[in-house]
């Protein structure tokens, strides 16, 4: 055993026993180094910085040969205060803050967020038709690009290195409907309180059908490569197993609830945004393993395909209709709109303010800068994001900011199954165990 | 002005208010005595002394939540609240039930904090309330609620019964204490360490009570109201922006 060569990777004793660092390549050094000492158990600790733990997760793993006995997570490398800072920004900044957390379903915290906003408000029902309708479709369309990242990140940790790249370029193209809808490919602030930011633009629907069209002919694609592979199967079949009960007493929602057979979706079971008006079917599983998680999601993206048909054709007839609600005491008091530099705001809006009405000046003024007062209470509104129910805990005390806004994230609730779903299985099976539970380690920490 | 002028001048007095003014309807509500303040806020526009022109910073009013529902409830409300009633007699915990709230059709239970763990696994089991599910628990600390600062919410789903409940419980500051439902709905494991690592709320009887989000030697519980947001002013061409928790603030 070497310790003078690389200062970062070798081994050194300390009171806990012999401890090495391992960069790749050099698992002889450690079988080397424990036949020395003559037993088999070995702490492992994977992470924070891992390619296949989804991001900053740690894992702490006892391993007996390579059986794992325990296994631990460590969590909060990406903690980045994000409830404490909404707390000092307007109700309407904090959109802008929430839509980070969960960076793989922006509008899911957005929604969230809003629905308990509106509820705080009273406005719920006020709420027009069409900014309800784009909510469904930008959520449903998120759900695809995040299932589409849940197969291609699952697909590389156990080495179907083509999911990944397919998966990938099937997200593309959904970021870049965000892109040409909210302007932005990942934290929008697009879903507003009181409704969305603004219309859809131009020619939006025409490449929302595009997609569809497009889509059905690649998803196909994805149950053609894994389906029946046996490789696939071998490495996902059997493997993070946890049934029904084991689900509802570690918290868990989303699509490994739905892995037992339990059709739970809040879409349909607590119907939010309008969604008793789609037709779409809960997708379930029988096996409560990683293969029926995967299976899952493949039948979630036709389904999600679905409701953004039919929302793009409820759309269509919708042209024109506000996205706003329309009491001015709530509403953004402009719209947006590209001018010679760039989105701004909308030059008619400029000229209202500045040249014809010294009210509207002022009123847009305070409802930028001050924010609205949401009177006190407190409301939660959960939303089936493409991970389980995330709900936002949203507390007012009457003023113009929040007083507390909790996020109840399904990746930070799910990733404790980690252990049981793991513990007794092969230290290879730990990857594929966590992959099927798709935690986003931004959602997570917050 | 001189002397003798000053002598002239009438008493100040108000303004003469108008007869619609001066109605009951358009005078300020008195607040309801049975619903009490958890504090007050002044002021309008965050500036204090001198520097106020607005004429709002004598201003001060409460800060109200919403009050105590009263029996009978409508709806599914009242089903919950009469099975939770009848559970409750059964396990010898009559008075666990502080007051109920009702606001925007969601239901909150004020529990006593040492009934906590007895009520948690009567929703879970009896089949009248059947909770299967908590969503965690999320902490808010109030500190001008004398003696009730820190507040621990459940938010909890009956997927038989397709229902939300809520619970609350209440801890002082000065005895951060309330006990842990983990026993009772295991997922709360996270959930109760990360309002520990952000409230400093302790709850007795979690197999393993540590930090969860913020490092294991972290000072302080960093979402309670007296721990201040940080942050350093940024300069852009040559002028200076406060951090958040230092601009001005529109309370």
């Known amino acids: ?446 | 002005m001189s002397e003798d002028q000053k002598d002239v001048l009438p008493e100040p007095k108000g303004p003469e208010q108008r007869a619609e003014d001066a109605s009951p309807e358009n005078s300020p509500a008195t607040l309801d005595p049975t619903v009490p303040a958890v504090g007050v806020r002044r002021g309008m526009f965050g500036v204090s002394g001198t520097g106020d022109t607005s004429g709002y910073g004598g201003l001060v009013q409460p800060v109200v939540f919403p009050g105590v529902a009263t029996r009978p409830f409508e709806g599914w409300h009242e089903d919950v609240a009469a099975a939770l009633d009848t559970a409750l007699a059964g396990g010898g915990v009559e008075h666990a039930v502080e007051s109920v709230v009702i606001h925007r059709g969601e239901i909150t239970f004020h529990v006593r904090r040492d009934d906590l763990p007895v009520v948690a696994r009567l929703l879970r089991d009896d089949p009248a309330l059947r909770f299967e599910m908590c969503l965690g628990v999320s902490g808010v600390h109030y500190p001008d609620d004398v003696g009730r600062e820190l507040h621990a919410v459940y938010h909890l789903l009956s997927m038989t019964h397709n229902r939300r409940i809520r619970l609350e419980v209440t801890a002082p500051d000065a005895d951060p204490r309330i006990p842990s439902i983990v026993a009772t709905y295991p997922t709360n494991d996270w959930h109760e360490r990360e309002t520990y690592d952000m409230f400093g709320l302790v709850f007795e009887g979690h197999p393993a009570l540590t930090r969860v989000l913020m490092p294991d030697d972290w000072p302080g519980h960093p979402q309670r109201k007296d721990y201040p947001l940080g942050g350093i002013p940024v300069e852009y061409k040559g002028g200076s922006i406060p951090p958040p928790d230092q601009r001005r603030s529109y309370n």
Request: with cysteine.
């Open chain 1, 1 to 446: 055993m070497s310790t003078t060569e690389d200062l970062y990777a070798g081994a050194s004793d300390t009171t806990e026993g012999r401890v090495f660092t391992v960069t790749g390549q050099d698992w002889d050094q450690i079988s080397e180094g424990l036949a020395d000492d003559g037993h088999e158990r070995v702490v492992v600790n994977m992470g924070p910085q891992h390619p296949s733990t989804h991001g900053v997760l740690r894992l702490i793993l006892e391993l007996e040969g390579e059986t794992v006995t325990e296994a631990r997570c460590g969590i909060g490398y990406l903690h980045t205060g994000i409830e404490k800072n909404m707390e000092f920004r307007s109700w309407v900044q904090g959109v802008t803050f929430c839509t980070r957390m969960d960076y793989l379903s922006p509008f899911h915290n957005e929604l969230t967020y809003c629905l308990g906003v509106e509820r705080l408000l009273d406005i719920e029902d006020d709420v027009p038709e069409k900014a309800r309708v784009m909510r469904v479709l930008l959520s449903e369309l998120n759900r695809i690009s995040s299932h589409l990242v849940a197969i291609a990140t699952g697909g590389m940790e156990i080495g179907a290195l083509t999911v990944m790249t397919i998966g990938f370029r099937e997200r593309e193209l959904v970021l870049d409907l965000f892109e040409l809808i909210t302007g932005l490919r990942m934290n929008h602030a697009f879903i507003r309180p009181g409704g969305v930011a603004q219309d859809l633009p131009p020619g939006a629907l025409d490449e929302i059908r595009g997609f569809i069209a497009l889509m059905k002919k690649r998803l196909p694609e994805y149950a053609a490569l894994c389906n029946a592979n046996p490789i696939f199967k071998a490495r996902l079949e059997g493997v993070g197993h946890l049934d029904l009960e084991g689900c509802l007493a570690l918290g868990l929602t989303g699509p490994v609830l739905r892995s037992t057979g339990y059709p739970w979706d809040l879409r349909k079971t607590q119907p939010y945004s309008g969604y008793e008006e789609y037709e779409f079917d809960v997708q379930t599983w029988d096996t409560a393993d990683s293969y029926g998680r995967f299976r899952i999601r493949l039948n979630e993206m036709w389904e999600s395909l679905r409701i953004v048909e039919q929302a793009a054709n409820r759309l269509a007839s919708l042209e024109g209709a506000p996205v706003m609600v329309a009491d001015k005491k709530v509403a953004w008091p402009s719209q947006l709109a590209i001018g010679s530099d760039g989105m701004g705001n909308s030059l008619d809006h400029i000229r209202h303010i500045m040249g014809e009405s010294m009210e509207a000046l002022i009123h847009h003024f305070k409802l930028v800068t001050e924010g609205f007062r949401v009177p006190a209470g407190q409301a939660y509104v959960p939303v089936e994001s493409p991970r389980g129910e995330l709900g936002a805990h949203v507390v007012s005390d009457g003023g113009t900011r929040p007083f507390r806004a909790h996020f109840r994230d399904p990746s930070f609730t799910n990733l404790q199954a980690t252990s049981v779903m793991s513990e007794g299985g092969m230290v290879a099976d730990v990857i594929v165990a966590i992959a099927s539970i798709d935690p986003v380690m931004g959602g997570v920490d917050r």
